[in-house]
């Protein structure tokens, strides 16, 4: 049986139309490797930050924001 591909319709960018996405809950993403897997920019995730509405923190000796694991998948399913 062959896999069919993922069907988006165009003009819904948003959260919902995203395909699965499997998360090792243990880890933390950068602003871009979270814009990557929302199909979001790093614009957006990152005024999604600032707001409040996805969680993050500063991690590291630079202080990046890095969004954990769990809260991105909390912020997925609330979409």
Request: contains cysteine; positive net charge; aromatic residues 8%.
């Amino acid at each position: 049986m062959t896999p069919r591909p993922c069907h988006v319709e165009e003009g819904h960018g948003d959260f919902t139309s995203a395909p699965a996405i499997i998360l090792p809950l243990f880890r933390f993403y950068t602003l871009a490797e979270t814009a990557k897997l929302l199909g979001i920019s790093k614009t957006r995730a990152y005024n999604l930050v600032r707001t409040g509405t996805l969680p993050a923190e500063r991690v590291g000796s630079h202080q990046q924001w890095c969004v954990h694991a769990a809260d991105l998948l909390t912020f997925v399913r609330s979409r």
